[in-house]
């Protein structure tokens, strides 16, 4: 067993100390080369993708992760959205693979012209219902049709639609582009998945694997692990977390498991949910590089 170890523990904190999160999810991604890249010196990206159901249609959404710790910072206070019909989709609503390429294309080189000609933050996308939606954020909204009609003229395929809205707070970045707890969670078991392979690990073989929950009393911690009984997880310690005042329990439980993300998320997903039934919340999960 290797000694290189892979967590999303640091998940935990993005509901306990807010303040505290950005530096200490980014040390743990950066241990798993995976790495903020600069645009500008104001924008970091971590751009990531997962699936919903908007209007209870399937869509996927991507967006720059990292602007939750930095959206409000800005004075990037008007949400501007381009809305592109597909020429022809799938069953589901979704691009052909030929007109995803070039859906693609134009989404890097709008990106780029809309952030050369009016200083806009591209915070994300969504994809579905036969549309893709560009969602972006700008100071002033001043000349900007403009700007994206002259843009347009390289793509005269797409009869686009525009929106737009203030939102100060960035209320569509938020409560609707940014991913629930869990499949912010299911994001980053991804990416643990696909560090541990990179690195050798075999899927296949037991690991030792251990998941931290957080509770707000010591009754529902209790409660979990009565709940947990027959299930195949090992109880490992419970402790109290002085600083933290809102889910100040703490439990830390085990499993000997395979690595593949099928098996990983099942695993999360059976915690997190049992969790969330005694008023507590899931806070990631760590394991060690197995070869042999």
Known sequence: MSAKKFTTKALSTLRLTENNFSVKLCASLCSLCLFFLPVSSQ?????????????????????????HDTARLTDKTYCLWIIIPFQQSDS???????????????EDELENFLQTKSQTIYAGRTTGKGERYFYFYSKSLDSIDVFIED??????????????RYDENWTLYFEFLYPSPLDLQLIYNHRIVEALTENGDNADLP?????????????????????????NFTIEKDTVDKVNN????????????????????????????????HNGIYGGWETFVVTE
């Open 246 to 277: 809102i889910y100040p329990y703490t439990l830390q439980v085990s499993e000997e498991n395979k690595t593949d993300l099928e098996t990983i998320d099942n695993s999360v997903l059976q915690l997190f949910e049992l969790a969330k039934k």
């Open 207 to 231: 690991h030792h694997i251990d998941h931290w929950l957080n509770f707000e009393k010591k009754k529902d911690l209790n409660d979990f692990i009565k709940a947990l009984t027959g299930k």
């Open 151 to 164: 843009f347009f003229k390289n793509y005269l395929q797409y009869k686009y639609k525009l929106g737009q």
């Open 43 to 67: 924008v970091l990206q971590d751009w990531d993708f997962y699936f919903t159901n908007i209007d209870d249609k399937p869509a996927s959404v991507g967006l720059n992760l990292s602007l």
């Open 92 to 106: 589901l609503g979704f691009p052909l693979e030929k007109e995803n390429e070039t859906l693609n294309k134009l």
